[in-house]
């Protein structure tokens, strides 16, 4: 059992914006029903991963960028690196970017259901964002999604890209910590940063079932999840999913944002207590009242406007090699 650390005084206090609080109660009548009814069966999600990517649209995204189509063969593995390139206009730095891996439970998404959030960081950070399509479940269960991801690193650093932060939401959260230590492993380059948006880190989905009773979490079920995560790992569990049991060293400076009003939100202050004992620099931060991946809704809420603010603070330091002012917001 890993000792709890204690956690840095709270230093900012925020409460939620109207605009968060009627967004919360809509989804929470709404799309919450839905995805607890989400099937798990490969055909119907199929059907659930076209209607997410249309309805992705009506999601603003910010216009300064240019978005270009990567399919680039490593020759040294023979493996294929799809993915999107999200470029910012005017200058930007030659030898930073940022890899996202988008989330939906590893089984639904797409780099396009997430430019809300990569067209954002591009243009707040002068980076090239570079979000790989990563294999999907259930056709393509753990370590697919890994072994993408992995590729996807090597291609930025084949390419010159010396200061890489490495960033996710969700599943995609949990791909970007299994992807930093993957990373240590084959002994690679490390990331400058790591930043996780509401990680999805306790595929058992123990931490999130207990918490279910004390919170409104406005559209994420722990039972869905549980169904989900069923589909990711196949008959055999490897033993590189489970985040809070993996030995954690020479990690970089990580970011964990995280919604106050989320079932997820112990596994994140779970994973930050781990890593911190570790001795890894951790800043936490918790925002009162918030969703699951609230930063998606950046240009509809002041929240996440600010909260991406705060991201943007948090990679300037560490492409500068720069360690950021740890904190909690709670």
């Given amino acids: 059992m890993t000792p709890r650390v204690p956690r840095p005084t709270p230093v900012l206090e925020r409460h939620p914006s109207v605009q968060s609080r009627i967004m919360g109660g809509a989804l929470r009548f ?6 607890h009814r989400m099937p798990g069966r490969p055909l119907p999600i199929r059907a659930a991963r076209a209607a997410i990517d249309r309805a992705a649209v009506l999601l603003p995204t910010d216009r300064r960028v240019r978005v270009e189509r990567v399919r680039d063969p490593q020759l040294r593995s023979g493996h294929v690196v799809k993915a999107e390139w999200v470029i910012p206009d ?31 960081l591009a243009v707040d950070n002068a980076m090239p964002v570079l ?5 999907l479940a259930p056709e393509h269960p753990f370590p697919a999604a890994l072994e993408d991801a992995l590729e996807s690193y090597r291609w930025l650093l084949d390419r010159g890209f010396t200061r890489i932060v490495v960033a996710g939401d969700s599943a995609g959260g949990h791909l970007a910590a299994s992807l930093a230590a993957e990373i240590s492993r084959h002994e690679l380059a490390p990331p400058a ?12 989905c123990e931490l999130s079932l207990a918490e279910d009773a004390l919170v409104r979490d406005p559209y994420i079920s722990p039972h869905t999840a549980r169904r989900v995560a069923r589909l990711v790992t196949g008959r055999h569990m490897d033993p590189r999913l489970a985040l809070l049991s993996l030995e954690w060293s020479e990690l970089p400076p990580v970011l964990i944002q995280l919604g106050g009003a989320e079932v997820l939100r112990p596994e994140g202050e779970a994973f930050a207590e781990l890593l911190m004992a570790a001795g890894a620099p951790v800043e936490l931060q918790v925002w009162p009242g918030q969703m699951h991946v609230f ?14 603010r705060e991201t943007s603070s948090f990679i300037r330091a560490v492409v500068c090699g720069h360690q950021p002012n740890l904190t909690i917001v709670a």
């Fill in 90 to 120: 005017g200058d930007h730095t030659e030898d930073s970017a940022i890899l996202y891996l988008h989330g939906g439970g590893y089984v639904v998404c797409s780099p396009r259901t997430h430019r809300s959030l990569t067209t954002r």
């Fill in 295 to 308: 930063q998606i809704l950046n240009k509809l809420l002041p929240d996440a406007d600010e909260a991406m």
């Fill in 30 to 35: 709404t799309v919450r029903p839905l995805l």
């Fill in 193 to 204: 940063g790591l930043v996780l948006y509401s990680p999805w880190v306790d595929l058992s």
């Fill in 131 to 135: 979000v790989p399509h990563y294999r």
